[in-house]
């Protein structure tokens, strides 16, 4: 693909849905390694969710900390892998896991930025922080998909930080999710207009 088509797909106004451009770095990154059409895509629906998901918890939970920067660039390149593993963008797989975090890193990403490429698919192993979950919680809602246990650690996380019982932070999240989730048709539309293969 042409630098200009993954800088216009990464950065270009986009109203239908509107969605937030990618970080100017990403964008970048994004081009060096050739990324497909459909990948930058999908990089920018789920990085705009994020966005909104660290938007809210931060209001929600201040007393949560957390590195909202690195939440946002693990949105916007967690499957930058799929860029060396064209097959599992149309289709199952976890090669492009630790082929992206390699990839990141060999473009020199830091190990603390870099490790989302790799755990963005394993939200349930042990060590996982509140910034791989949100991370994790974005690329699924982007696309209205609920997954409980998920959804479950971060409930816990916000019911640790501020206070509150878990079913009441779990009732607010459900809210809110259930509301980015309304949208999922027309980021998956959006998504979908970009080839696979550029
Ligand atoms: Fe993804």
Known sequence: MTTAAVLSIALDDVQDPPLLPLPAEVAALLQRVDAPPRLVAHLRAV???ARQLVDRVGRRCPALSFDREAVLFGAATHDIGKAL???ELSGPGSLHEAAGQELLLAHGVSAERARFAATHAS???????IEDLLV???DKVWTNKRVTGLE???VAALARAG???GWEEFLELDEFLTRVGDRA???LAYQMRHPVHG
Not at 123 to 129: E, K, L, P
């Open 47 to 49: 990085h705009d969710v």
């Open 85 to 87: 593993h064209i097959a």
């Open 163 to 165: 206070g509150r019982p």
């Open 185 to 187: 048709d027309e980021r």
């Open 136 to 138: 994790s919680l974005a």
């Open 152 to 154: 479950d650690r971060v």
């Open 123 to 129: 939200w349930d192993s042990a060590g996982i922080g």
